[in-house]
């Protein structure tokens, strides 16, 4: 079948961004063979002093390389997948798209927030050039907007056109049908979700920082209990929604309410969040940067509320479709009765 022009564009956009990825990736190694060479080396090298880049920086650095480099290899795939025209392709973009909307929808409301609020000056600015930092100050953070604000616009555009009839058409390979899944795509990304934050729970328990749950801080064994615990329950919840069983959509149903509990706590107590951030500067070795409390609990509340509203839209997606699930196995009451 004829590839449609979009499906060709998106693939070479999609493309584009993973060689990106890549170039990010090489970088991030380097920085990370930069570190393990200042710590090496000392402060008698005239270099960096060893003492103010933490042990695990450089491991840091390489994990963050080879999860860019992940994530660049699922492009590069779902791209060959999309020239290809692979059913599998259309969800796999579906997926990237969902997820670069989400990532960029409360950086853009960080950044507009950070450039409407006026911001404390390092100590050794030019008094005469304040006016002129702060020009410069809110042009940076408009043009971050603006670039997470076309990193959102790709990504509703692919959620929109892979949506599409034809381009269902195109990928299901017969003309004038589109062979449907009966789990719902929003079913199917809520799954992946799922999965993909079962992951992450999974590398956060092996970084060197603290923990955080509730409002609660966790140290010691406390971490990786929770996070490890919240794992195999966002595991088993994607896996259960993707085979449509109703336990999954229960399971799910109640991890976003825990998730939706922890966002309203640090919504009521932003000190909460300021509290962590101090305790992740202190195992980091690095100084805090200093904002005005209306800026942090102001940018606090934009970021929770956002998430809070998508729990409530997971939720909701949860409710909707509940009636392609699989009820309940229920022990069968209408066997035969066999008398002795």
């Known amino acids: 079948m004829k590839r449609l022009p979009g499906v ?32 090496r080396s000392g402060p008698s090298s005239g270099g960096v002093p060893a003492a103010t880049i933490p042990a695990w920086m450089p491991f840091f650095a390489y994990g963050l390389s080879v999860f860019l480099v992940a994530l660049a290899a699922w492009g590069i795939l779902t791209a060959i997948g999309l020239f290809r025209l692979r059913r599998w392709a259309r969800y796999s973009v579906l997926v990237i798209g969902g997820c670069l909307a989400l990532i960029a929808v409360p950086q853009i409301v960080i950044m507009l927030v950070m450039m409407a609020v006026p911001l404390p000056l390092p100590a050794n600015v030019d008094p005469a050039q304040a006016q002129m930092t702060h020009t410069f100050m809110k042009v940076t953070f408009g043009v971050m907007a603006a670039i997470y604000a076309i990193v959102c616009a790709i990504g509703v555009s692919w959620l929109v056109y892979f949506n599409r009839k034809r381009v269902r058409e195109t990928f299901a390979g017969l003309p004038g049908q589109v062979a449907e899944s009966r789990r719902p795509i929003l079913i199917s990304v809520v799954a992946l979700f799922s999965l993909i934050g079962g992951l992450s729970c999974l590398l956060a328990t092996l970084l060197p920082f603290p923990g955080a749950f509730l409002g609660f801080i966790l140290h010691g064994w406390e971490k990786p209990a929770v996070y490890l615990t919240y794992a195999a329950l966002l595991i088993a919840a994607g896996v259960g929604l993707w085979r449509l069983e109703e336990w999954g959509r229960r399971l799910a149903l109640v991890l976003q309410v825990v998730w939706l509990a922890q966002n309203i706590v640090l919504i009521a107590r932003p000190s909460l969040i300021t509290k962590y951030s101090e305790e992740i500067s202190k195992t980091m070795n690095v100084a805090q940067p200093q904002f005005p409390t209306h ?4 940018m606090y509340a934009a970021t929770f509320g956002f998430s809070a509203l998508l729990i409530l839209a997971i939720m909701a997606i949860l409710h909707h479709y509940r009636g392609a699930f699989r009820p309940p196995i229920l022990p069968d009451q209408t066997g035969p009765n066999i008398a002795a």
């Open 8 to 39: 060709i564009v998106s693939a070479i956009v999609l493309l584009l961004g993973s060689l990106l990825q890549l170039l990010f990736a090489a970088l991030m190694a380097f920085a990370g063979v930069i570190e393990k060479t200042q710590i």
């Open 295 to 298: 800026l942090q609990n102001t």
